[in-house]
């Protein structure tokens, strides 16, 4: 499989992602999470888990922040996909995820009894074919799911299952912080220095590149973002001032391409805003910063 522009300089980390696929397939259960600042390419690296694992039964699930305190939203976006096997759970876990998804009357069930019918859930998919469990944006998790997801991550054991999250800095309050982890930290110097140099099409000045590269510590989202924010005379090295931060930047050069489309279009990408499980590559794409993306339209 061909290696996503997006995935530039990502060797160890694919190679990770690769072992962790091959335990499974070997009837080893996994669970990993990918720690990393916004930007640095944690959804690009869930994406290329998942279409490794065109064998596999992928569920997913994206953290949303306007659901987090709504109790176990994010649980049910993962098990949704495998709810036709509910009926061959035994009774009680199979009643308590029924009544914790609505799908039938009674009192809030004990936690510990839904995190079992999870992970009787994934044991009976894995049982025909491996799982792979992808979970994006963990850091805006709803607390009950957040809880009962790292649950049943700490006891996977003998199944061909593997569950995935991509989130942010480490919290107080951080639930995933006893499973093992996966850092995933801005490109190197001459990584950066590539990824740039094939998103721009005019002159590059090396002292401009090397001040990208720093400022942006490696950030990939950022480092192509910041370049688009910058004029050709700014690129080539002439007036690179500016006092914004960086993150006012990449968010202004957002605002500057959605402003410039159609009042329809500004409309459907504020539906699809309130879509919880748009993936981010379909973003990327509408965007247009996603190189694949750029070069299908071409």
């Not at 995190?115 to 799982?131: H, N, Q, Y």
Request: proline share 4%; net charge negative.
């Amino acid at each position: 499989m061909a290696t996503h522009a997006s995935l530039r300089g990502r060797g160890e980390e694919l190679g990770t992602l690769d072992r962790l696929l091959e335990a499974v397939r070997a009837g080893e259960s996994r669970a990993l999470v990918l720690r990393g600042e916004p930007g640095v390419g944690k959804t690009a690296l869930l994406d290329y888990a998942i279409e490794s694992a065109s064998e596999f039964q992928v569920a997913r699930a994206v953290g949303v922040e306007s659901e987090i305190e709504l109790a176990y939203a994010a649980l049910h976006q993962l098990c949704a996909p495998l709810l036709d096997r509910i009926e061959r759970l035994p009774g009680p876990q199979r009643d308590a995820l029924a009544v914790t998804f609505g799908l039938s009357p009674g009192a809030a069930p004990d936690r510990f009894l839904v995190g079992l019918a999870v992970l009787t859930l994934f044991s009976d998919v894995a049982d025909e074919r491996p799982l792979l469990g992808v979970v994006d944006d963990a850091q805006w998790l709803d607390g009950a799911s957040a809880q009962l997801l790292a649950f049943v991550a700490r006891r996977l054991f003998a199944d061909s299952v593997a569950v995935v999250f991509a989130t942010r800095d480490l919290s107080d309050e951080d639930r995933l912080a006893e499973l093992s982890e996966l850092v995933v930290e801005g490109l190197d110097h001459a990584d950066a220095r590539a990824l740039l140099g094939a998103a721009v099409t005019g002159r590059l000045d090396e002292r401009v590149v090397d001040r990208i590269v720093a400022e942006t510590r490696g950030n990939p989202l950022a480092l192509l973002e910041l370049t688009r924010g910058l004029s050709a005379a700014q690129l080539a090295g002439f007036d690179l001032s500016g006092t914004l931060p960086l993150s006012a930047r990449v968010e202004q050069s957002y605002l500057r391409r959605l402003q410039l489309l159609p009042d329809e279009t500004q409309r459907l990408l504020l539906v699809a805003a309130a879509e919880p499980v748009v993936r981010k590559s379909s973003w990327a794409c509408l965007l247009g910063t996603d190189e694949e993306c750029r070069s299908s339209r071409r």
